[in-house]
């Protein structure tokens, strides 16, 4: 890729060079990139950056202004790109880059006949090959380089569970995310570094970076699609219904069957696939939704996703339009949807911030991909903030809900603590 002031430089499936690049090589700081098992965008430089201000529907917004700019600059090529927060409380701030590339989205993924059964790549009872999940990575380790504090404290965690259950069983709402926070003084984590560590542990995540301004970079590995478009096709995944892995090949094995079969993760599950399938269906003339659920993995956890495919009618929203018609899921917020997000506002101490918002891309034509940001940690100049939630339903436990969180943090503090320990060995 080569540098110009005055339009982005496009290489992919189309561009001149024949083979795939490394996008996470391709990367450096201050860019952007979003990667997935080869697939994905790098960009690099700023062409033109987009401000969008604090609204109810700052991602209906962004999309609105990202279509605007696009229209405007008449580039071929252009795309918009950035990460959005989970509630429009913050401005937010996308970019068009100077140089992009962008590798093919695979054809297969967005096949309406794809995957119906919900059983790929599974035995008879439905637990995914050893071949197509990541290793499960043993217990959590502790350097001395990261000390994590609970932010709020897990006591106040529990009792905010705990009175989102009262409220549920007395029919206010079905379903409510609750986040917690941890943060570390930050002892000069290698972004490089980081992003190379997430990818080895969950190649199957969407590998991201994006540039927060003095905040520092977004960074993350997050399981979830939430929506890709490429022509009139269109794809979500949505994940929910989590469940710890283990070591012990017996153990995973019973944790995966188990959550298979849980009502209360079912449950939970099927009201997000419901609401994203509701969300998309005026928006396409075919609309497909896997007959069951199937298990994923990472290296941490099982999740329980279905696939929802649809053929778009004319005109067709873009990506970052059917994004914001999408955000956010009952599996970042709730159900029903206000009375969720009402329940957050009085029950979570501070903004989630980019956490559970939007990160991805949008070009010219409209296509692009949008995933939820999950797994993930925002690494200031002096501090690492990393965020956890669970979905709490009238048959929760805050036990096992503090449970599901400290599983979900140990993707990115366990590549963190590999990071600042390697950082501390090397010779002086």
Sequence with gaps: MSATSHSPVLAGPAGAPSAHPDLLAAWSPGGFLMEREGSGIVAGGELRGIEVPPGPDQAGMAA???????????????????????????????????????????????????????????????????????????????????????????????????????????????????????????????????????????????????????????????????VRREGDRVLSLPHAGTAARSTDPDRDRQAAEALLHSAKNLHEHIAVVEAVADALAPFCIELHVDSEPHLTATATVWHLATAV??????????????????????????????????????????????????????????????????????????????QAGAGIVGESQPDLEVAETEAKFRTVVDALEACAGAAGEAPA
Excluded at 211 to 221: D, H, L, N, S, Y
Excluded at 334 to 339: E, K, N, Q
């Design 64 to 226: 609105e202004i990202a279509e605007a700019v696009l229209a405007e600059l008449r580039i071929d090529g252009a795309v918009v790109a950035g990460a959005l927060p989970f509630r429009g409380d913050t401005p937010a701030r996308l970019a068009v880059p100077e140089r992009v590339w962008i590798t093919s989205i695979a054809p297969r993924d967005l096949d309406l006949a794809a995957h119906r059964g919900g059983r790929d790549s599974t035995d008879a009872d439905g637990i995914p090959s050893p071949r197509t999940v990541p290793q499960a990575t043993p217990p959590l380790r502790r350097w001395d380089e990261l000390l994590w504090q609970d932010d709020p404290p897990v006591s106040d965690y529990r009792s905010a569970v705990a009175e989102a259950i009262a409220r549920i069983r007395a029919g206010e709402l079905e379903k409510v995310v609750l986040t917690r926070s941890l943060m570390a003084a930050n002892p000069g984590i290698d972004i490089s570094a980081l992003l190379a560590e997430l990818r080895r542990r969950d190649p199957g995540c969407h590998l991201f970076a994006a540039p927060a301004g003095v905040r520092g970079t977004f960074v993350g590995a997050t399981p979830e699609t939430l």
């Design 309 to 386: 495919r649809g053929r778009l009618r004319a005109p067709a929203p873009s990506a970052l339009a059917l994004a914001a018609a999408l955000h956010p899921t009952p599996a970042v917020c709730g159900t029903p949807t206000a009375a969720a997000a009402t329940l957050i506002a009085l029950l979570e101490p501070r903004s989630r911030g980019l956490y559970a918002g939007l990160v991805g891309w949008v070009d010219s034509r409209g296509d692009g991909e949008w995933a939820v940001s999950l797994r993930c940690a925002l690494v200031g100049p002096e501090t690492v903030r990393i």
